[in-house]
């Protein structure tokens, strides 16, 4: 281990009312992961990576996200349980207050960039309580060159104070953790919990208000990578249903794998400069790229080791949310810069619980609307308290926490995009096959990348439905065969074995997607609306 040497560089914190110079700028990233085991804040595990325990939260708190309300927002934010409101006064005066809690703690400063085209870069500056916060930030973000840093200008700020604990009672917040947006001074103010990912959605939650208000683009929650031909490919998809895994293909390089743009111009841009996977149950036979990068630079959030620093990453004693963060330069096969053109195929992923979702479908337009705002994918036993067995969950968007806007203006930007650039839309079921969580299985890692990689090559006979069957519950065109792919793996029905069991599931499913959607059906056509299961349950 290197002796921790403070960084030559120094920078003034008064302009945010930070008096005091006890402040470490631009720190490397053996530098932070060295002083945070100085600190015995975090341990180093076998592989060179750092790990860390984020405290109370493990995860995000959707319930203590805010908005403040003010000019800029208050005609545009779609406010609700989502998106909630902060009152402008409260957040000065809570910002005051952290302000001056910080005011007693050594800090680290990093300024960093988001969006990987040039035309949409957005400076940030973070300001950090925690060494292993400020490198989870150098990891997660762009890195400006010395040269860019020399005139760098920061327009956007994040405040992460994880010690400071709210007064709900007196300051407006939920309970004592917080994470606010202002859009008119440019601030994410966090507080109470040290889960990192907060750092980065705060930001990316800001950029989904920014882009399609004032640059016309469309945010997106997902991971993206490019082929040999230039070709581009986007996987939307909410947490664990296999966004980073799929879209790290060692026969594709990987744009990004959560956070991306898309512009007028056709062209996918990447907001990130690391990944954020899930390491529940990860292994370098299934994927190898992710395991392979978890090394010196990297940092382990929640998981167990043994004595030697062994991490067994099937053990979710502490959460099921165990993740890693890291550079994406720990990916051999990344596209530099992170900037993809000519998107062909765009791949919903949902893990249905249920097992009734075909494990590949193709969809029409309106199914890809309508399947775009309803995002899906499902709660198994034993991942929230009260969950015994599979329960639907719809998150607009696939990234409903993280959009300002009503879901119908992204989904509409969406909508525009496919019809523009004639992309092939495709759902895939990650999630289980032969029976619900508990009796069936999940599908194998290998047979959805079979599955993609045909969708990929064309070798799925995409214009020819006489190699398709229409699901007579979804109505989606499902393929009757697939390179590397048994047959009967590829009709959810066939793998169960019990077809009134199997009808009686999907019906239920089919009827929390119509539930979901009455929220939406004011805003969407009757083209979008007849994109769902028509099919009744009797």
């Known amino acids: 281990m290197n002796a921790f040497i403070p960084a030559t560089k120094t920078i003034s914190l008064k302009h945010y009312g930070i008096l005091h110079n006890n402040v470490h700028y631009q720190l490397s990233s053996e530098e932070l992961h060295d002083l945070t085991i100085d600190k015995d804040m975090g341990k180093e595990a076998s592989s060179g990576a750092l790990s860390i325990h984020t405290g109370e939260f493990t995860g995000r708190s959707p319930m203590d996200r805010f908005i403040v309300k003010d000019a800029i927002t208050e005609g545009k934010v779609w406010w609700g349980n989502i998106n909630i409101p902060f ?61 860019e840093l020399e005139a760098f200008d920061p327009e956007w700020t994040v405040i992460n104070a994880p010690g400071f604990m709210a007064d709900a009672a007196i300051d407006g917040t939920r309970q004592h953790n917080f994470a606010i947006l202002n859009f008119s001074k440019k601030i994410a103010l966090i507080g109470g919990t040290g889960y990192t990912g907060e750092i980065k959605k705060g930001i990316f939650s800001a950029l989904n208000f920014i882009l399609p208000v004032f640059k016309n683009t469309l945010p997106m929650h997902c991971s993206a990578n490019v082929g040999e031909d230039g070709d581009t490919a986007i996987f939307f998809g909410l947490s664990g249903t296999g966004k980073t895994t799929l879209s790290t293909d060692p026969n594709r390089k990987l744009i990004g794998d ?73 990916i051999d096969n990344i596209q530099q810069p992170s900037i993809g053109k000519n998107v062909k195929n765009i791949f919903f992923l949902t893990a249905d619980a249920f097992g009734v979702l075909p494990p590949i479908s193709k969809l029409t337009p309106a199914q890809a609307a309508y399947h775009f705002i309803s995002g899906y994918t499902a709660k198994v036993a034993g991942t929230e308290a009260g969950v015994v067995e599979p329960q639907p969950s719809f998150s607009a968007c696939f990234g409903a926490p993280f959009m300002p806007l009503h879901p119908a203006k992204y989904a509409e930007m969406l909508s525009k995009k496919m019809k523009e650039s004639g992309v092939d839309v495709w759902l895939i079921n990650t999630g289980w096959t032969g029976g619900p969580y508990g009796v069936g299985t999940r599908m194998k890692l290998k047979y959805t990348r079979a599955m993609i990689s045909a969708a990929l090559n064309g070798d799925l006979g995409l214009y020819n439905y006489d190699n398709y069957h229409i699901h007579s519950v979804f109505g989606v065109a499902q393929p009757r065969e697939c390179p590397g792919v048994p047959t009967a793996v590829l009709s959810p029905r066939t793998t169960w074995n019990n077809d009134e069991a199997y009808y009686k599931t999907a019906f239920k499913l089919t009827n929390a997607f119509r539930e979901n959607f009455k929220k939406f059906e004011e805003y969407a056509s009757e083209e979008i609306r007849r994109g769902g299961p028509q099919r009744y349950a009797f």
Not at 134 to 145: C, G, I, V
């Open 87 to 147: 009152d402008s006064e409260k957040f000065d005066k809570l910002y005051d207050k952290v302000i001056t809690y910080l005011n007693e703690k050594e800090l680290f400063v990093r300024d960093c960039y988001a969006c990987a085209e040039d035309a949409y870069k957005l400076n940030i500056r973070v300001i950090n309580e925690y060494s292993w916060s400020n490198m989870f930030a150098y990891n997660m973000f762009l890195r400006p060159t010395e040269e």
């Open 258 to 330: 959560d956070e991306h743009g898309w512009t007028v111009d056709n062209t996918v841009f990447n907001f990130e400069g690391g990944c954020y996977a899930k390491v529940i149950d990860l292994s370098k036979e299934n994927e190898p790229e992710i395991y392979g990068a978890i090394k010196q630079g990297a940092i382990l959030e929640n998981v167990i080791m043994d004595d030697k620093g062994v991490v067994d990453f099937s053990d979710t004693s502490v959460t099921q949310n165990t993740r890693v963060s890291y550079p994406i330069y720990h």
